[in-house]
């Protein structure tokens, strides 16, 4: 979800189009019409113009610019998207770019275009560098998948070759910088080269633009020259470049800025770009170009997921108030999304789509009619219940993070290396506070005693809620039970106490249970049990050992015990 | 106020003080009398003397001074080492002895004492005609007695640490009292005189009622407890009950009661329910499968990374990933399998697809769920246990619950969508307003973000919804539309909570947690 920064003016001067005059828009207006694109305004300042804009749909990376935002708008202000001529003008000799052998095994596609008559504006450079930047980082995936340069034209002389060179083999004055440096110096010493290097791991030769007379362009995807790849304010010629490993993102890359240079009045001249080695589009593919496929769908189909009767007619309008091309027949409709986007993946994407153009306040709820019977979980209703006897039996409820600490879980309840210590970890680590699952519940009832000695006495906690542990019968390796936990502290506190809150809890769920004396490092010896009920164990009821009260900085005695509920919920 | 209640209120040492009347209800009792007959220190006496007046039960008599001599501290100094007069008259005699001559200076200086002593000393002793000053303003004694200094030596010697009354002394020594007490701007003198004032008190009419009332009421036996014997023998009804003081406060206890957090979501689950959804539970440990890869959500998407979801450390890996489901998923990510969609066209990876993390999102429940045979019509919700790999602060919680379901039916569609959100603003959050947002989920198409004006924070974010995309339910198994909801409910709580930070719902503080009343 890129949020971007926008000015008000630009907007409006987009809004209209190249030559005409600006079409003011209110804030309000401005926030309503935001809806089309999945766009929330995050902020303003009136003063300057600025608006910063958070666009949600990740598959419309057409949208992360100004440009983009006002197209839509135009779209449905004029009910159909503009013509762009570039798409289907036939130039007789275009500018070419070769490709070089042995680029299909280090990054192999590239789209390029020029765009002349466009005198580049402070607002306009702006838009251009963030929509360079946005696209390259989510879109491009960090400029693995998609990167992208702008140039100055009138520097550059056709043909260009997008090359393949030793790290050694060109060198060039990187922006940023003001010496002559190889391609591997780069990678080795300017910023962008350690940032983005990565991608080029592992690979002897490296990608490499130059123009007819050898000079360079840049180092995709690291950086450009100095020389030509730095667009300046009042520059009117301007070539951009994408280079990558997926073919048709590159030209979908390279058709949204063309759109977005048109939109500002520039001519988009096509690049004819050839390839040494087979491609989906063949080895002459001229960019930008439209991909789209046409798709054909019942109407019905659109109507019955929105539940809505609306007919061939306002359905086609919708979508051509969007950008699309439509064509209707009978009871179907053929769609072509617009060239710079490519997010068709199925008809519900269409579906959306006219919603969104025709608003989704256009649709009157209704209530899904048929009857169903709502109920609780077995586990939840156990849980409920032994939740409303330790209530009764003057418990203070209480809620943990299941996330915990290996110190808190394990080592201060003295159970390193044993079978009551196994916990499911966590592998990326953030902060050890937040690196295991809670194997069991007195951890977090020891967690609030720590911290509440200034509490009034005495303290009775609980918590009913779920651990996990690990147990490699199971495909992923741990179990998700649902415990009891509970616990009494105060200055006379014993096992008895403890013991009578744990038999009124077995008579109310009408189970029985008995205790067998067990060795556990938690607690006293002598003063713990395993609980029994039908054979199994399914708890553990004992006096806090000393030592494990004095880990957790705890002054008073304690007694505690945690049932199995899931086991209990079983039966 | 009535004689009955007047009496209720009144305190012990009140009822003490008003009993002395008691025997003769005509006495008038000075307050020296009360505080013998009553032994009350003087402070209490006059206490509750004073709330007796206020309440007009008793009425003042007489008022008598009586002025009363006693030493200062400069009096009682003299008493230790004579007074001037005396040392300044046996220095004179002594040097009369000797046929010294002596200056006021001399004597002033041999002694210690301060010039205003010394020059009051002498003058006294000069009009005597005791001493005479001769040229040089040396000092001769004449050989008379003083009067005042012989007065001076009985005076301390009787007062030293017993003040008395003015009167009980003769003409002669009251004149060298009054003469040598403390007045303004004079502090070093030996005597001071003060002002003693005697109440002569006797009771008022309602006075007079009260106290009556009350010698009635002390022939009753007073107990603090009524006792199992009492009831049983019936002598309950021979006894006063003492009366408490019922307006100090309570004195505190700590109940047995519900986590205010775990009231709210109960209080949603109950909601829920009543709807007609069904409960569902899950694992908190996940695979990447049901995690994401069944909701459609491509390898490559960035809420997959590092960054974002928390992996297991051991196993790493699930043994098995249930099929057709892995099949039929990997096939809807590649090119759309029998869905009729693109796919994501990558290649799907099953290694990935196995990979251990900690649920991310309560949406993973609902994936099980359509893989199960769901019924149909059918309603299902989760309150599910979620983690993110996030920094914990006032926002971020790493662990957090999500309220998240599915809605199946042949009657699902985008109105039938709404329509659902419409009830949950309403009942929820008892919002009256709505609005309905377009909104992005990778699972969902068309997605909503569904806004309410909530009574008390106004315009808010309530929830997110879909119609699940068929990449989600087809190879799940799932033939008809499905909604899937997810409502955002932390900030509702805080509210209702009184907090501002979400760590605090899930706090360790004992006295916040029994203060916390809750939502009610």
């Known amino acids: 979800m890129p949020t971007i920064t926008i000015f008000k003016q630009d907007l409006e001067t987009l809004l209209a189009g190249p030559g005409e005059a600006p079409q003011p828009i209110t804030i309000e207006q401005l926030e309503e019409s935001l809806m089309l694109v999945k766009g929330e305004l995050k902020g303003q300042n009136p003063d300057t113009g600025e608006l910063r804009i958070e666009l949600q749909d990740s598959n419309r990376p057409d949208l992360w610019c100004c440009e983009g935002i006002a197209r839509q708008f135009r779209a449905k202000r004029q009910g159909a998207l503009s013509k762009y001529d570039f798409l289907t003008t036939k130039l007789k000799s275009p500018k070419r770019l070769n490709v070089a052998p042995g680029l299909e095994k280090v990054r192999p596609y590239v789209a390029a275009c020029a765009a002349t008559g466009y ?10 560098v963030q929509t360079q930047e946005k696209l390259s980082e989510m879109f491009g995936r960090k400029r693995r998948t998609v990167s992208i340069g702008l140039y100055r034209l009138a520097a550059i002389e056709f043909p260009l070759t997008y090359d393949l060179v030793k790290p050694d083999e060109a060198s060039f004055t990187p922006l940023g910088m003001n010496t002559v440096m190889t391609l591997g110096e780069m990678l080795l010493v300017h910023p962008k080269g350690l940032e983005f290097g990565g991608i080029l791991a592992g690979q002897d030769r490296l990608p490499f633009l130059r123009d007819a007379k050898r000079q360079a362009l840049s180092f995709p995807p690291i950086i450009n020259s100095r020389e030509s790849g730095e667009v300046r304010v009042g520059d009117d010629a301007l070539f951009v470049e994408v280079t990558g490993t997926d073919l048709s993102m590159v030209v979908l890359t390279l058709n949204i800025f063309a759109a977005n240079l048109a939109d500002r009045g520039a001519v988009i001249e096509p690049v004819e770009i050839r390839y040494p080695y087979k491609t989906v589009l063949g080895t002459g593919v001229i960019t930008p170009q439209d991909l789209e496929k046409s798709q054909k769908l019942p109407i019905s189909t659109i109507e019955q997921a929105l539940g809505q009767a609306l007919g061939a007619q306002k359905v086609a309008n919708a979508l051509r ?12 409709i053929t769609v072509t999304l617009p060239f710079y986007r490519q997010d068709l993946m199925h008809a519900m994407d269409v579906v959306e789509d006219v ?18 019977v709502g109920g609780l979980s077995r586990i939840e209703e156990v849980s409920d219940r032994v939740r409303t006897l330790m209530v009764g039996m003057g418990f203070q409820e209480i809620i943990s993070n299941i996330l915990g600490s290996p110190q808190d879980l394990r080592d201060a309840m003295r159970l390193e290396g044993t079978e009551w210590g196994q916990l499911v970890e966590v592998d990326n680590v953030m902060s050890q506070n937040f690196s295991a699952l809670r194997q069991w519940m007195l951890p977090s009832l020891l967690r609030v005693e720590a911290a509440s000695n200034r509490a009034f006495y005495p303290h009775r906690l609980f918590e009913a809620g779920e651990v996990a542990r690990p147990d490699p019968t199971q495909s992923v390796g741990s179990r998700t039970v649902t415990v009891l936990g509970g616990m009494i502290a105060h200055a006379d506190t014993h096992f008895s106490e403890a013991h009578s809150c744990l038999d009124t809890l077995f008579y109310y769920v009408n189970q029985t249970y008995s205790l067998e004396p067990i060795q556990h490092p938690s607690f006293l010896a002598g003063r713990v049990g395993s609980i029994i009920s039908e054979g199994k164990q399914v708890g553990v009821i004992g006096e806090l050992h000393p030592e494990v009260l004095e880990r957790w900085q705890i002054s008073v005695p304690a007694v505690a015990f945690e049932i199995d509920l899931t086991e209990l919920a079983g039966r | 106020m009535d004689i009955s209640s007047l009496i209720e209120s009144l305190h012990p040492l009140e009822i003490k003080v008003l009993s002395t009347f008691g025997v003769n209800h005509s006495a008038i009792l000075t307050t020296e009398q009360l505080a013998q007959s009553t032994g009350l220190e003087p402070s209490q006496l006059s206490m509750a003397i004073e709330w007796l007046l206020a309440k007009s039960l008793l009425v003042v008599d007489t008022e008598t001074s009586t002025p009363i001599v006693s030493l200062t501290k400069t009096g009682e100094l003299y008493f230790e080492k004579y007074s001037p007069i005396e040392r300044v008259l046996s220095v004179a005699r002594d040097a009369a002895k000797t046929g010294k001559r002596l ?7 041999r002694e210690g004492l301060e010039p205003t002593e010394t020059s009051g000393a002498i003058g006294r002793l000069k009009k005597e ?9 040396c000092i001769e004694s004449t050989g008379r007695a003083s009067q005042t200094a012989e007065a001076m030596r009985g005076l301390l010697q009787q007062l030293h640490g017993a003040p008395r009354e003015l009167r009980a002394f003769p003409e002669a020594q009251r004149q060298v009292i009054q003469d040598h007490a403390v007045k303004r701007g004079n502090a070093r003198e030996p005597f001071r005189i003060d002002d003693r004032v005697t109440r002569a008190l006797t009771l008022s009419a309602t006075g007079i009622e009260a106290a009556q009332q009350l010698s009635r009421q002390e022939t009753a036996e007073e107990v603090s407890q009524l006792t199992p014997e009492l009831l049983k023998d019936g002598s309950w009804r021979a006894k006063r009950f003492r009366k408490y003081t019922i307006s ?3 004195p505190r206890i700590a109940p047995g009661k519900r986590h205010p957090y775990r009231e709210f979501l109960d209080a949603v689950k109950t909601q829920l329910v009543s709807m007609g959804f069904q409960e569902m539970r899950g694992s908190l440990v996940e695979t990447e499968f049901w995690n994401m890869d069944a909701l459609f959500m491509p390898q490559f998407h960035p809420a997959r990374d590092i960054h974002d979801v928390y992996f297991v450390k051991e196993p790493t890996h699930a043994s098995s990933i249930a099929e057709p489901f892995l099949s039929q998923v990997a096939q809807a990510h590649q090119h759309g399998g029998e869905t009729g969609s693109t796919g994501w066209n990558y290649p799907f990876d099953v290694e990935r697809a196995r990979r251990l993390v900690l649920r991310s999102q309560g949406t993973a429940v609902s994936a099980h769920t359509l893989a199960a045979q769901p019924a149909v019509p059918g309603k299902y919700f989760s309150i599910a246990r979620c983690f993110r790999y996030d920094q914990v602060d006032a926002t971020h919680a790493t662990d957090f619950f999500q309220v998240e379901g599915i809605v199946l039916g042949e009657d699902i569609n985008f109105r039938t969508l709404l329509g659902l959100l419409n009830l949950f603003a309403r009942e929820v959050a008892h919002a009256k307003e709505v609005k309905f947002l377009p909104a992005y989920f990778p699972f969902t198409e068309p997605s909503v973000e569904l806004h309410v004006r909530h009574p008390k924070l106004g315009w808010m974010e309530l929830g997110g919804a879909g119609l699940f995309r068929s990449e989600v339910t087809l190879p799940l198994g799932v033939t008809v539309p499905v909604i899937a909801w997810g409502l955002g409910l932390d900030r509702m709580a805080m509210v209702a909570l009184g907090i501002h930070d979400i760590r605090e719902l899930f706090t360790d503080n004992l006295d916040l947690i029994r203060a916390t009343r809750g939502a009610f």
């Open chain 1, 355 to 372: 919603a969104i153009s025709r608003g989704y306040g256009d649709f009157l709820p209704v209530m899904p009619s048929q009857f169903t």
């Open chain 2, 248 to 250: 100090l406060r309570a």
């Open chain 1, 119 to 128: 005198l580049v504006t402070q607002e306009g450079l702006a838009q251009l």
């Open chain 2, 103 to 109: 200056t006021i200076q001399d004597i002033q200086s």
């Open chain 2, 129 to 137: 005609g005791v001493l005479l000053i001769i040229q040089g303003g």
């Open chain 1, 321 to 332: 108030a969007y950008g699309y091309g439509v064509a209707t027949k009978g009871k179907h």
